[in-house]
Nanobody, 120 residues
């Protein structure tokens, strides 16, 4: 079982920055991809960014050039640096990771979510 703990959300003015963190804990697994998705009220959950264990990353079109994803494999932690925030970035941000157990079973886990609110 993997437990994800997110932190760093909050209220910020448009043009400001926030940094989200998500730490994975547990035993008996290795982590492949880690990432962030978000869901605004009345909208579907969408990919924000994802990063492989080797550091390859991809981003949703709406955040390219403004957000940066990174990870610390030794700490099983993924970060999301969000710059030039816009009101439309307001959403609940969810961390997720894809793991493989020592017995070879793949699984995906999600965090509880952290609210990001950008005021205009």
């Amino acid at each position: 079982q993997v437990h994800l703990v997110e932190s760093g959300g909050g209220l910020v003015q448009a043009g400001g920055s926030l940094r989200l963190s998500c730490a994975a804990s547990g035993t008996g697994f290795s982590i492949n991809f880690m990432g962030w998705s978000r869901q605004a009220p009345g909208k579907q959950r969408e990919l924000v960014a994802a990063i492989s264990s080797g550091g390859a990353s991809n981003y949703g079109d709406s955040v390219k050039g403004r957000f940066t994803i990174s990870r610390d494999n030794a700490k099983n932690t993924v970060y999301l640096q969000m710059n030039s925030l816009k009101p439309e970035d307001t959403a609940v941000y969810y961390c997720n990771c894809n793991t493989v157990s020592w017995s070879g079973v793949p699984q995906q886990y999600w965090g509880q979510g952290t609210q990001v609110t950008v005021s205009s």
